[in-house]
């Protein structure tokens, strides 16, 4: 397995496109809109490709060889002891997945593909909080495991290229949604709520105002979660999204 050129990128978004479990990271990747790596096999007739985005989470495209799955293995157990990030493996391809069954020292998590059903209005704002498009300042101040610069290598890129939405309240960022993820045809929704917040719906209206602006520039919303993500998951269905897919997720043992 070697490691593609970043001017190479553009090559493979057609196997981006194929990837059975997700799209939008890979075509993230692939049409240059946020940064990760992209592997191929070695003798480069592009059977497969292996697409890891910023954010950590990896996806396999096409069929891949036993010998290319170790490979992918390395790099999942960082033996190399230089991986800059974590690496997270989504699939729905059983021969991936079953390779990985197999591993000991590899976990297995459910994980749930969400799409929007029914657009949905933003409703009420709760009293003291006011509804924001986050912008530099507001960016700066948003605190959490998922926000934007764990998905975006800067807060410029972000700012350009991406889009979120924040409660705000006494100049505390409450609650965002905001664009993990973004493709020519989808934005992949995050979301975060601080703690002292929280169990009030903001979430719910950021995330539906999300829901406003995706269709509007002629994309599709989409929605992942942990299946032990039951927060992720309520807060998806109120906003107006079902469950279309499970697939797993792989991942080294601590």
Not at 75 to 89: A, I
Request: aromatic share 10%; charged share 30%; proline share 4%.
């Amino acid at each position: 397995m070697k490691k593609v050129k970043e001017e190479h990128y553009s090559d493979f978004i057609e196997l981006a496109g194929l990837n059975t479990c997700n799209t939008i990271y890979p075509m993230a990747i692939a049409e240059g809109v946020q940064r990760g790596d992209i592997y191929m096999d070695e003798a480069e007739d592009r059977r497969f490709a292996l697409f890891w985005h910023e954010s950590g989470f990896a996806y396999i495209s096409g069929h891949p060889y036993p010998e290319d799955l170790d490979a992918v293995y390395a790099l999942m157990k960082n033996e190399s002891g230089n991986n800059p990030r974590r690496f997270v493996l989504e699939t729905k391809d059983e021969p991936v997945a079953g390779y990985f069954r197999e591993k000991e020292d590899i976990e297995m998590h459910p994980r749930y593909g969400l799409r929007l059903r029914e657009l949905q209005p933003v409703g009420n704002i709760p009293e003291g909080y006011e509804l924001k498009e986050i912008d530099e300042g507001l960016l700066s101040r948003i605190e959490g495991r998922v926000v934007p610069l764990n998905f975006w290598s800067s807060a410029q890129e972000f700012l350009t290229r991406g889009r979120g939405y924040c409660l705000v309240k006494d100049d505390d960022v409450a609650a965002v949604a905001f664009s993990a993820a973004v493709s020519s045809r989808q934005i992949d929704i995050g979301i975060e709520t601080k703690e002292a917040h929280r169990r009030k719906g903001l979430a719910v209206i950021a995330a539906k105002k999300m829901t406003e602006y995706i269709p509007s520039i002629g994309k599709e919303p989409v929605w992942d979660c942990d299946a032990a993500n039951a927060g992720s998951r309520a807060t998806a269905e109120s906003v107006g999204f079902e469950v279309v897919t499970q697939y797993a997720y792989f991942k080294a043992r601590l």
